[in-house]
């Protein structure tokens, strides 16, 4: 998870030439290590996690997610 973060973070940055300031995740352990911690505390990015088991919260996540699988179930149709 870590490494994905770091390429996400130059990909996103380099391309819109904005920092990312805050990281919202699920309360999943994968973003719990300490090398993760220590990652945004140094690049300064806020961490916020979500609620357990309350997917309404993602807002705009789940809805985009919910859009993606529709689009390729017309892809995978046509």
Request: glycine share 4%; net charge positive; hydrophobic share 30%.
């Amino acid at each position: 998870m870590f490494t994905w973060l770091c390429h996400f973070k130059a990909l996103i940055e380099n391309q819109s030439k904005k920092r990312i300031k805050i990281l919202s995740t699920c309360n999943g352990t994968k973003y719990e290590s300490n090398e993760f911690h220590d990652y945004c505390r140094e690049a300064g990015i806020k961490r916020e996690s979500t609620t357990t088991y309350t997917p309404e919260k993602n807002g705009v996540a789940e809805r985009k997610n919910h859009t993606i699988v529709e689009v390729v179930c017309a892809m995978l149709h046509d």
